[in-house]
């Protein structure tokens, strides 16, 4: 059952949620979370909150953005947003929906995604009392800074939903949450789904031990160094860190090439090492990161990174699980998984529903998140637990 200390203050408003194409499967689970616990609420009578529209079966608001045969778009509620909190959820990084451009299959791109939510806030037309967007991969997340004559396309985005009347904005484990002073009077969390990657990680594998002599936390370059740091304190191990050198007179793909990935820290022979970041994108620095720890002669190696994109497929993947290179990976149902990635033996799927869930709940009573932000309690009594398991 979820937290009872919330629940006796009034909601801001009518809870109500956009579900856009991006998300609508994780939508659909946290709808169900959230109606579920205020249907026991009120069965139990531990909740004063009695008043009509509170409790619901769904609380998912009729939404579509139709498009015309140029690939325009516009968006259309069927239901009223008249004073309600407004949560509007989107996934940018789902390229398997698609949509037709003059009889052409186009699938969406992060720029499309971006614009519909643009889309339902102008719909709402200022008539919700309180909107927050909740953008599991921060668009743009990577260009989150300046470093020659470049856009600075992530502090536009947030500005630019601010000034459409945002008061909200969170993420799943920015990029870099600095990015967040593009706007710093307006509402921004950077959510870190440690705990649960520390529980899935506990659940599948049975023979960890969690001490510094059996277990290292790496990360995998110098932007990773935060998550990394928190993990080491938390579960009582060591830490190391890669940094990438690359080759500043050639430009690749808008950026300098890595030319060779060097390690700092202790040894990490014999011992298991958790790889911790924040996307695998193609996947290539994560890989040769685990074969590098290999060459150290690491034990195994667990890969965790919250969003999974794969944007250069699986088989990668399926040649390092073969080598032994890698023991698991885990990723978040926060972004779009394929199929073939959720059949994958080498696959731990961390779901981040009832999470997400909780923080949309607790955000309506306008209660504070700061227990669900800095989850210490939760993951110590996880892993002391697991640990007599294991005697």
């Excluded at 990657?197 to 790496?218: G, S």
């Excluded at 073969?322 to 696959?347: A, D, F, H």
Aim: charged content about 25%.
């Amino acid at each position: 059952m979820v937290n009872q200390k919330y629940v006796e203050s009034i909601p801001v408003g009518p809870l109500a949620i956009v579900a856009l194409s991006g998300s609508k499967q994780l939508c659909d689970t946290v709808d169900a979370y959230i109606s579920d616990w205020r249907k026991e609420r009120l069965a139990s009578k531990e909740s004063p909150i009695t008043y009509q529209g509170y409790v619901k079966d769904s609380y998912l608001l009729n939404v579509s953005t139709p498009r015309f045969g140029t690939g325009e778009a516009k968006c259309s509620l069927a239901d009223s947003v008249r004073g309600c909190d407004l949560y509007i959820i989107d996934d940018v990084t789902n390229y398997s929906i698609e949509y037709t451009v003059c009889g052409h299959k186009n699938h969406m791109s992060p720029d499309d995604h971006y614009a519909d939510i643009k889309r339902v806030i102008a719909a709402a037309a200022g008539k919700a009392h309180r909107i927050t967007v909740i953008m599991p991969f921060l668009y743009e997340s990577r260009q989150h800074r300046r470093t020659a004559r470049e856009s600075m396309d992530c502090a536009v985005m947030l500005q630019e939903l601010v000034n459409m009347g945002v008061d909200n904005i969170l993420t799943f484990d920015a990029h870099d949450p600095r990015v967040n002073n593009a706007i710093p009077v307006s509402g921004f969390e950077s959510i870190m789904p440690t705990y649960q990657f520390i529980k899935n990680l506990l659940k599948n594998v049975d023979d960890l031990k969690i001490d510094a002599d059996h277990l290292m936390m790496i990360s995998p370059d110098e932007g990773a160094m935060g998550r990394v740091v928190y993990y080491a304190n938390v579960l009582g191990v060591n830490m190391g860190m890669f940094y990438k050198r690359r080759d500043y007179t050639t430009i690749v793909d808008g950026r300098n090439p890595i030319v060779a990935h060097e390690y700092l820290g202790e040894s990490v022979e014999g011992k298991d090492v958790i790889i911790v970041d924040d996307m695998i994108s193609s996947g290539d620095s994560m890989l040769d990161v685990a074969k590098q720890l290999k060459m150290r002669k690491a034990n195994r190696v667990f890969v965790a990174s919250t969003f999974g994109l794969f944007t250069n497929g699986l088989e990668k993947f399926d040649e390092a699980y073969e080598q032994g290179l890698i023991s698991k990976v885990m990723t978040t149902n926060c972004v779009y998984q394929t199929p073939e990635l959720l059949e994958r033996e080498w696959y731990i799927n961390v779901d981040v529903a009832k999470y997400t869930a909780l923080f949309i709940d607790k955000l309506n009573h306008d209660s504070s998140i700061s227990d669900l932000l800095n989850p210490y309690e939760k993951i110590k009594k996880r892993v002391t637990k697991y640990t007599e398991s294991q005697k």
